[in-house]
């Protein structure tokens, strides 16, 4: 009966004082999560911009002037079969003209009577595969298995040079900023809880002096622990969508990075992470309230 007479104690107390706590509580987790969320978006978006750059890299087979249709079909259907190369095409010279003079001045027509430019086969690459050393090997084995029609390989060495400095050395940088900013959320969240379960080690105590066992005690607090980290996170991941659907309003390119599978899985890292910190932390807050002396608690 004592065991009950506390818990009475311990839910009338929580109605009156542990609410707003929770409140705070929640709502300190929750500005903790959004900004974990919205770093962890864009660290997601480096990547998708460093594939997106990449698989918009044309590569330029370049073809001999006397090299037949049938050997340039056959090459053409060869890399359509390679699984790394997309948007595979022929380009004849009168389209390779065409393209040059959409995007250029036509003042050449002035100087040359034929059209100076080379039929090519055109492709783009899967961003894994758009690697220096990757793209010399393609090269190499299209000289050596069609000699005599292709002439030349090319792509832009500088240009994936860069890109790759750039998205090795930004994803180091945001990798960096994500272990800091995750090692903040614990203590942070952690800090929070520990504030929240500071005015309820009186009602711990007390159930504890009237023979309730420490699972008893710390069983309610836990599951209403998870409840507050579930809430949490929703608020967090609710937040986080609100404002990356802003930013994709405002930046319609960013719209091109979307991907629903990433946001799904960052999006479950929010609710993992919430709910383990929230219960971590309650459940040590009362273990730890459990252990202390009474004359500790004031």
């Not at 959409?102 to 690459?125: C, G, H, M, Q, R």
């Not at 240009?159 to 994803?171: D, I, N, W, Y």
């Not at 607090?221 to 609100?242: E, F, K, P, Q, T």
């Not at 899985?265 to 252990?291: A, E, N, P, W, Y």
Request: proline share 4%; hydrophobic share 50%.
């Amino acid at each position: 009966p004592k065991i009950y007479q506390a818990m009475a104690q311990f839910g009338k107390a929580s109605s009156k004082r542990g609410k707003p706590t929770y409140a705070y509580a929640i709502i300190g987790v929750s500005l903790v999560l959004f900004l974990f969320g919205i770093v962890g978006w864009f660290f997601l978006n480096l990547r998708k911009t460093g594939d997106y750059v990449k698989e918009n890299i044309q590569v330029h087979a370049w073809l001999n002037p006397n090299a037949p249709k049938k050997s340039i079909d056959s090459l053409k259907t060869y890399v359509a079969t390679l699984p790394y190369a997309k948007n595979v095409e022929y380009v004849t010279k009168d389209m390779a003209i065409a393209k040059w003079n959409a995007d250029n001045d036509t003042t050449w027509k002035k100087f040359l009577d034929e059209n100076p430019l080379p039929e090519s086969i055109d492709f783009y690459v899967k961003a894994d595969h758009v690697q220096k050393d990757s793209l010399d090997a393609l090269s190499a084995e299209l000289l050596n298995r069609y000699p005599g029609i292709v002439k030349e390989f090319q792509f832009p060495t500088e240009t994936l040079t860069q890109v790759s400095k750039f998205v090795k050395t930004a994803a180091y940088i945001f990798l960096v900023a994500a272990i800091v900013l995750t090692i903040l959320v614990v203590f942070s969240i952690d800090n929070t809880i520990r504030l929240a379960m500071y005015s309820n080690r009186f009602l711990i105590k007390t159930m504890q002096m009237v023979g309730a066992t420490r699972w008893f005690i710390a069983k309610p607090l836990n599951v209403r622990a998870i409840i507050n980290g579930l809430i949490a996170s929703g608020i967090a991941i609710v937040a986080v969508w609100a404002t990356i659907s802003l930013i994709e309003s405002l930046a319609p390119g960013f719209k091109v990075l979307h991907d629903n599978t990433s946001m799904i899985l960052l999006f479950l890292i929010i609710i993992v992470l919430g709910i383990c910190i929230t219960l971590f932390s309650t459940h040590r807050s009362v273990i730890k309230d459990l252990r202390m002396k009474l004359d500790d608690l004031y």
